[in-house]
C-alpha cells in the first residue's frame, strides 16, 4: 500500500498503448467512492501527457453529481478547460465508449451479463488498456465475473492491468488462467510484479520504501471500549482512524465520542448512508484533512465504515479496526504512517488496536453483525493468525498473512479445542457451501467469449440492470435488493428539498433544474422492510423525470419517516438512522 501501484498503471498504460496501438484507457475501481477520489489523480496524469483535447468520463450511477465531471462537461462556470467530457457520451451505457475513463467494476461486468445494449459496453471496452484496481475486494460471485470479463478483454485486443497490495495465491492463479496462463508462474518474493504475454509469464521482485513496524494489540468489540481507547489517545494529540464495520456502529460511536468531547476535537463521521451531495462534501473534508496535501489539524479522528478503507490517499497517526478479513484489515493499516510527516511524540510508533483480537476469546460476530458483513471463516481464520502477533512488518508481513488466512494453512497448533471445532466444521462448511453457490451462479450468468456465437446465450437469463426496468435484475454483485431514496420534506403546499426552501407539486412536472438538485440527495439503502414498502408505491408525476424515475421519495417530517414498523431520521451530522418504533432515543444494532 501506497508505493505508487496507479502511478504505475498509468505509466503501464502510455508503454502498452504506444506499443499495440490501444485507443485508451479505462480504470474500475470497487466503489463510486474509489472512482471518485481517482478521477482527479488520472485527469492531472491525463493531462501532462495529452498533445491535445481527450474525452474523459467518470462511469458510475453518480457521474453527473461529481463536482470535476460537471466542470468537464461545461456545466460549472470554467469553461477554458483543456480536457472536456462529451455531453453525448455521458448518457446511460454510452460513457464505455469515451476513450477515457475512471469508474466502477460493474460498469464493465455489464458487458459480460445479458442485459440490453451489453454489447456496447464490449465494444467501447475494446483495443484499450483497462485497469482493474484492488481485485481482492471482491466476493466468489463478483470473482467470476471478472475471469468472465477478462477472457473476453483479451479477445477484444485490450491489455489489462491488474493491481491489488493483498492478492491470496488462489485468486491470483484463477485470474491467470482466465489469461491463457496455464502453469510456468515464478515463484517470488512479496512485493512483486508479474507480466503474462504470448511468451508466457515473467516478472520480479522489487524493494519498498521501509515502512517503521506496526505495533499491534487489542480492545474489546463494545462501543464504549472504542470510545474509551480513542478518547484516551486523542488526548496526546494527533491525527487518527477508528474505522468500523457497519454504519450503526459508526453512528453510535460518534455520537458517543463527541458527547465526551464535546468541540475540543475536530471529529469526522464517514459512510455510505449520507445523501449523495452530503457524502461527496465529506469525501472532501477527509481527504482535505487528512490527505498528503491538506492542511492538518492537530488533534482530529475519522471515525468510518469501509468506505475509508480503499483507494483514498489518507494519512493517520494512530488507528482503531474493527476485525476484518486479513487481507481488508491490512489494507486499512496500510493507511497509518502513510505519508512522511512529523508525527506528535505519542505517535511516533505506529500502533493499531484492532476490536476483538483478544487472544483467549472468540469476537462476537453476532451482537457486532461482523459476520452479516464478512464471512466468518475468514474472519475467525484472521483471529487465529493474527492473535499472537504483536508486530506487522509491511509490506513484509503482508503475503504471508494474506496466504496463512486464504490458502487454508494448517491453524495454529496451541489454538484451543473449541475454538478450533467452530473454524474448522461449523464456520468452514457454511463457507465451502456459499463459495460452490457463488462460483456457479457467475458461472451460469455470465457470457463466454469460447461460445459459439448461435449458443453463446442460451440458458442465460436475460435481465435488466440495476435501477432499469422492472423484472428480472443481472447483477454484478450479490447481496440484498437495494432501493434509491430522495429525501423530500412535507410542506402545507408541498415538498421541499430541504426544509425551509420554496415547495413544490409532487402530482406536476419538475424543471430541470429541480430535478437535478433532488437527484444530487439520491441515498442508497439495503434494508429489507424498507425496499418492500416503497418499491409498492407508485411514482409521483414529480418522479417521472428522467433523472428520477428509478428513484423513490422518501417524505420526511422534520427529518423524520415513521410508517408500520419503520421509524427513520435523517440527521445532518449522522446520516440516515434507523431508529426502534417503540422510542426515538436509540438505535437499532
Given at each position: 500500500m501506497g508505493e505508487g501501484k496507479t502511478e504505475l498503471a498509468f505509466l503501464a498504460h502510455l508503454r502498452l498503448q504506444a506499443a499495440n496501438g490501444h485507443r485508451g484507457l479505462y480504470v474500475a475501481?470497487?466503489?463510486?467512492?474509489?472512482?471518485?477520489?481517482?478521477f482527479k489523480r488520472a485527469l492531472t496524469f491525463l493531462e501532462q501527457f495529452s498533445e491535445g483535447p481527450l474525452d474523459v468520463q467518470l462511469v458510475h450511477g453518480g457521474a453527473a453529481m461529481n463536482v470535476d465531471i460537471q466542470h468537464l462537461r461545461g456545466i460549472a462556470d470554467d469553461r477554458q478547460e483543456s480536457l472536456s467530457a462529451s455531453a453525448w457520451f455521458s448518457q446511460r451505457k454510452r460513457p464505455l465508449l469515451s476513450p477515457y475513463g475512471v469508474g466502477t467494476v460493474d460498469q464493465a461486468l455489464f458487458g459480460v451479463l445479458?442485459?440490453?445494449?451489453?454489447?456496447?459496453?464490449?465494444?467501447?471496452l475494446a483495443n484499450r488498456v483497462v485497469v482493474l484496481d484492488e481485485v481482492h475486494a471482491y466476493d466468489t460471485y463478483t470473482n467470476g465475473l471478472i475471469v468472465a470479463l477478462l477472457r473476453w478483454l483479451r479477445a477484444l485486443g485490450c491489455s489489462v492491468v491488474l493491481m491489488s497490495a493483498t492478492l491470496p495465491l488462489a485468486r491470483r492463479e484463477e485470474l491467470l488462467r482466465a489469461w491463457g496462463v496455464a502453469d510456468g508462474v515464478p515463484e517470488l518474493a512479496y512485493p512483486r510484479v508479474l507480466l503474462a504475454d504470448d511468451g508466457g509469464v515473467r516478472g520480479e521482485h522489487?524493494?519498498?520504501?521501509?515502512?517503521?513496524?506496526?505495533?499491534?494489540?487489542?480492545?474489546?468489540?463494545?462501543?464504549?471500549?472504542?470510545a474509551d481507547q480513542a478518547i484516551g489517545l486523542l488526548d496526546t494529540g494527533g491525527c487518527g482512524a477508528l474505522i468500523v464495520n457497519t454504519v450503526d456502529r459508526a453512528q453510535q460511536l460518534y455520537r458517543c465520542v463527541r458527547e465526551r468531547l464535546g468541540e475540543s476535537c475536530e471529529l469526522f463521521l464517514f459512510h455510505a448512508r449520507y445523501p449523495a451531495d452530503e457524502r461527496g462534501e465529506r469525501e472532501r473534508q477527509v481527504l482535505s484533512a487528512f490527505g498528503v496535501a491538506g492542511e492538518r489539524p492537530p488533534r482530529a479522528?475519522?471515525?468510518?465504515?469501509?468506505?475509508?478503507?480503499?483507494?483514498?490517499?489518507?494519512?493517520?497517526d494512530f488507528m482503531l479496526s474493527d476485525l476484518a478479513p486479513v487481507d481488508l484489515l491490512l489494507q486499512r493499516a496500510g493507511r497509518l504512517h502513510r505519508h512522511e510527516r512529523e508525527r506528535p511524540p505519542a505517535h511516533r510508533q505506529a500502533r493499531l488496536w484492532v476490536a476483538g483480537l483478544q487472544r483467549d476469546k472468540l469476537p462476537d460476530l453476532k451482537e457486532t453483525a461482523w459476520g452479516y458483513v464478512y464471512d466468518p471463516y475468514v474472519l475467525l481464520r484472521?483471529?487465529?493468525?493474527?492473535?499472537?502477533?504483536?508486530?506487522?512488518?509491511?509490506?513484509?508481513?503482508?503475503?504471508?498473512?494474506?496466504?496463512?488466512?486464504?490458502?487454508?494453512?494448517?491453524?495454529?497448533?496451541?489454538?484451543e479445542a473449541a475454538a478450533r471445532e467452530q473454524i474448522e466444521i461449523e464456520s468452514y462448511g457454511e463457507y465451502l457451501a456459499r463459495i460452490q453457490k457463488e462460483r456457479r451462479e457467475a458461472l451460469n450468468i455470465a457470457i463466454d467469449p469460447r461460445d459459439e456465437p448461435q449458443r453463446a446465450y442460451d440458458n442465460k437469463p436475460r435481465g435488466s440492470e440495476e435501477g432499469e426496468g422492472t423484472g428480472l435484475e443481472n447483477?454484478?454483485?450479490?447481496?440484498?435488493?437495494?432501493?434509491?431514496?430522495?429525501?423530500?420534506?412535507?410542506?402545507?403546499?408541498?415538498?421541499?428539498?430541504?426544509?425551509?426552501?420554496?415547495?413544490?407539486?409532487?402530482?406536476?412536472?419538475l424543471s430541470d433544474t429541480l430535478a437535478r438538485r433532488l437527484y444530487d440527495r439520491q441515498l442508497k439503502v439495503s434494508r429489507t422492510a424498507l425496499v418492500k414498502r416503497f418499491k409498492c408505491d407508485e411514482l409521483p408525476v414529480a418522479f417521472q423525470h428522467p433523472l428520477l424515475r428509478n428513484c423513490y421519495p422518501l417524505p420526511l417530517q422534520l427529518g423524520r419517516y415513521s410508517h408500520e414498523g419503520l421509524c427513520l431520521q435523517l440527521?445532518?451530522?449522522?446520516?440516515?438512522?434507523?431508529?426502534p418504533v417503540e422510542g426515538p432515543n436509540e438505535e437499532k444494532a
Open positions: 475501481l470497487p466503489t463510486q467512492a474509489t472512482g471518485n477520489a481517482l445479458n442485459v440490453k445494449h451489453h454489447f456496447v459496453r464490449l465494444w467501447g522489487f524493494g519498498a520504501r521501509p515502512l517503521a513496524p506496526i505495533h499491534l494489540a487489542w480492545v474489546a468489540e463494545s462501543i464504549d471500549a472504542l479522528l475519522l471515525i468510518a465504515t469501509q468506505v475509508a478503507e480503499q483507494s483514498l490517499d489518507i494519512d493517520f484472521t483471529w487465529a493468525f493474527l492473535r499472537d502477533e504483536r508486530e506487522l512488518q509491511l509490506p513484509a508481513d503482508i503475503d504471508r498473512l494474506v496466504q496463512a488466512v486464504y490458502d487454508d494453512d494448517a491453524l495454529p497448533a496451541d489454538l447483477k454484478t454483485r450479490l447481496g440484498r435488493e437495494s432501493i434509491t431514496l430522495i429525501p423530500v420534506e412535507l410542506a402545507d403546499a408541498g415538498w421541499c428539498v430541504r426544509p425551509g426552501e420554496a415547495p413544490f407539486a409532487p402530482d406536476r412536472p440527521d445532518d451530522e449522522l446520516g440516515l438512522v434507523y431508529l
